[in-house]
């Protein structure tokens, strides 16, 4: 897939990289007998879908930034490790925190990044909305990345307050409709944040389209946000 890489990403990576993609499948595909983590199993599917959608994100942000040559990053809802392992992989100077509520694939993750020797990533179990709102976390990082993890306002809810003053948050999606840009505006204004801009993209293999929406944190987020437990969900900004 190098030329494809190249071609999309103008990036290639190591053979080191290649081989701990290659081992991470492995990984993945013995973890999925007991947790069922993905439904992507194929290898073509799974480079695509978890390799290269998770560094479509957040590569061409990073290409042109060089103040963020060791960026701290946080992936929330990761579950199986996405986007945050790949990440871990390209970006070594960068430290990721890979956040999930399930205490049972933060296990399979600590494992997986004994396995494949990744230094820079580290685990934590619990919910955005609490870790929001705890010191040591909360504007701690200059990127936060969510992926298929809810409404697009309870995406921003659950980023902006643990960004920095002019860090940025990657959402990944689908599909994308102008409403949930209106919608998304007001509630990025509340919390502190602007869009700055809406990527939509085909992927190399199936030519899908995807989405990455771009939020800056502008301004403080106000302390109620992230609100309790399970009110993002039920009351989207």
């Not at 580290?122 to 409404?151: P, S």
């Amino acid at each position: 897939m190098a030329e494809i890489w190249q071609q999309t990403l103008n990036w290639q990576p190591t053979v080191q990289q290649q081989e701990q993609f290659q081992k991470l499948y492995e990984l993945i595909l013995e973890g999925n007998r007991q947790l069922n983590l993905t439904r992507i199993t194929d290898p073509q599917e799974f480079w695509e879908k978890h390799l290269w959608d998770s560094l479509r994100g957040i590569l061409p942000v990073l290409s042109g930034n060089l103040s963020l040559a060791s960026p701290t990053i946080i992936d929330i809802g990761t579950g199986a490790g996405f986007p945050g392992v790949p990440v871990a992989m390209t970006l070594p100077n960068c430290t990721i925190t890979l956040l999930d509520s399930t205490q049972k694939k933060i296990t399979f993750l600590d494992n997986i990044l004994t396995e494949l020797a990744l230094t820079n990533a580290k685990t934590l179990v619990g919910r955005a909305e609490e870790i929001g709102q705890y010191y040591k976390h909360r504007m701690a990082y200059d990127i936060a990345l969510i992926r298929a993890v809810g409404a697009v306002s309870v995406c921003a809810e659950y980023t902006l307050p643990l960004l920095k003053q002019g860090g940025l948050a990657i959402i990944y999606r689908g599909n994308w409709t102008k409403d949930e840009t209106t919608a998304l505006q007001n509630a990025v204004k509340l919390l502190g944040g602007v869009i700055e801009s809406i990527e939509q993209f085909t992927t190399p293999l199936s030519h899908s389209i995807r989405h990455c929406v771009y939020l800056r944190k502008v301004a403080t987020t106000p302390v109620q946000f992230p609100r309790p437990i399970g009110v993002p969900t039920q009351k989207p900004l």
